[in-house]
Each structure stands twice: as structure tokens, then as C-alpha cells.
């Protein structure tokens, strides 16, 4: 598949604890992580604060770019949960309280109980689908190619859960890892530059670590045509071979 009509996504990840360093985001690894097993090419991701313009600047932009926007943050019941408000903002829609989120609210909650804090979770965007959340209760919900998900992790992957069956994908990715050992990245920097070029279906990177036995570099080509593949991590292991003899 072209990268032209690849199928694409970024994620969003809203929120002032994030940027203060006070909350780690655990979101982004456990998208990409589904996004690289059924096959969506993560392109980008940002992280922007409790303030409306920032939100609906980057849900504009990002939405336009890649097949699939994925936000995580933003949907609870505090005055500082404006992510909803926002997304309506950015597409250009009303919001309000929606039956069928109050519906679900109901399910965890009395009625008596539903005051205006937890209602503000049940205000979804005119014309939104909602996501379900089977942890509690409150939902995301999806506008156009825009998905709106909670920010506490464990809610977030129920959520990602729910729609993952939704999701178009590209072919998956063959992933071919190889053991450079302790060659240093320089010496074979310019054979790898090579290869690269001569095969453009696929991506190379090298990736030096420190492990308990040292230092140790890692190779890894990254296509999803298989024949593509295995030619360049044939060259690649050939490359290896004469700067070990």
C-alpha cells in the first residue's frame, strides 16, 4: 500500500497534569500498540492543555491530515473537562445533554444522583456516536473520523477495546529484527544508508540500547511485503557479515 492512500491515525492527549509531569501518560503506548497490530500507520501525536483554542486547533488540523483521530482526556466531570465542548466547537456543532448517555449514566448512578457535575459527562456533541464504557458507564463517543476517549488508562483501553473491531486497516506490518551486537552505529551507518535507498517499501532504523551485558545495537526492517522484507534483511545480515570478519 502507497503512503498515499495509507490507512493513518494520530492521537491526541489532553490535559494540564500531562504537561506538568504530575500524571505519566500510559495512553499513547497502549494506542500504538493496537494501531501497529491491526495495521494503522501512527503518524503523529500531540499534547495540548485544558484550553479550548489549543484543543479545536489541533483536532482541526490533525482530523484533516490522518484517516483516524484518537484523543484521550478531557470527558469527566470537572469545570476543566472542556474536551467535548471543544470537539463541538471544532466541528461546528451544537451539545447537550444526550439521552442515550444519560441512559447509560443511570446504569452506575440513582437518578437523584445525576447532578449537573456527572451530567456534564453524559453532553455529547450533535451527531456523535458514542463509545461505550463498560467500567463506569460514562462514554467517549466518535464525530466524523475523531475519537474521543477517557483519559484514566484503564477506562481508555475499554473504550479502544469497543471500537477496535470498527477500524480500517492497512495489511500488517512484518517486523524482522537483527542482532548487530557491539558493532558501533558509525561503522555501518553508511552500508545501512544503502540499503535503505535501494529499498524503498520498507523502513530501516537502527537502534543502539544499554543492556546489563553492555552496549548493544539493533537493526530492525519494518514493510508490509513480506518478499520486500526478506531482501533487505538479507543485505542487511550480509552487511553485518563482513564487518565481523
Same mark, same amino acid.
Given at each position: 500500500m502507497s503512503q498515499d492512500n495509507a490507512i493513518t491515525a494520530a492521537i491526541l492527549v489532553i490535559g494540564d497534569e500531562i504537561l506538568s509531569g504530575r500524571t505519566k501518560d500510559?495512553?499513547?503506548?497502549? *494506542?500504538?500498540?493496537? !494501531?501497529? $497490530? *491491526?495495521?494503522?500507520? !501512527?503518524? $503523529?501525536?500531540?499534547?495540548?492543555p485544558d484550553v479550548k483554542e489549543e484543543i479545536v486547533a489541533a483536532v482541526n488540523a490533525l482530523r484533516a491530515r490522518y484517516t483516524y483521530v484518537f484523543t484521550s482526556g478531557g470527558i469527566g466531570p470537572t469545570h476543566d473537562d472542556i474536551t467535548a465542548d471543544s470537539i463541538a466547537e471544532a466541528f461546528g456543532v451544537g451539545i447537550d445533554v444526550d439521552p442515550r448517555a444519560r441512559a447509560m449514566l443511570l446504569e452506575r448512578h440513582r437518578p437523584e444522583d445525576l447532578n449537573e457535575a456527572r451530567l456534564r459527562m453524559a453532553r455529547i456533541p450533535d451527531g456523535a456516536d458514542l463509545i461505550a464504557n463498560p467500567i463506569s458507564k460514562a462514554p467517549g463517543f466518535r464525530l466524523g473520523n475523531v475519537y474521543v476517549m477517557a483519559g484514566v488508562p484503564q477506562i481508555m483501553?475499554?473504550?479502544?477495546?469497543?471500537?477496535?473491531?470498527?477500524?480500517?486497516?492497512?495489511?500488517?506490518v512484518i517486523s524482522e529484527t537483527i542482532e548487530a551486537g557491539t558493532i558501533p552505529e558509525g561503522n555501518f551507518a553508511g552500508g545501512l544508508a544503502a540499503i535503505a535507498a535501494a529499498h524503498g517499501a520498507v523502513s530501516i532504523g537502527s537502534y543502539p540500547s544499554m543492556t546489563p551485558e553492555g552496549f548493544r545495537n539493533r537493526i530492525v526492517v519494518r514493510g508490509r511485503d513480506g518478499a520486500a522484507v526478506a531482501a533487505a534483511r538479507a543485505e542487511v545480515?550480509?552487511?553485518?557479515a563482513t564487518l565481523r570478519s
Open positions: 500510559k495512553n499513547i503506548g497502549a *494506542i500504538a500498540d493496537v !494501531l501497529t $497490530e *491491526i495495521g494503522v500507520d !501512527l503518524r $503523529e501525536v500531540r499534547i495540548v483501553q475499554a473504550m479502544l477495546d469497543e471500537i477496535r473491531p470498527t477500524l480500517t486497516a492497512n495489511a500488517p545480515d550480509a552487511l553485518l
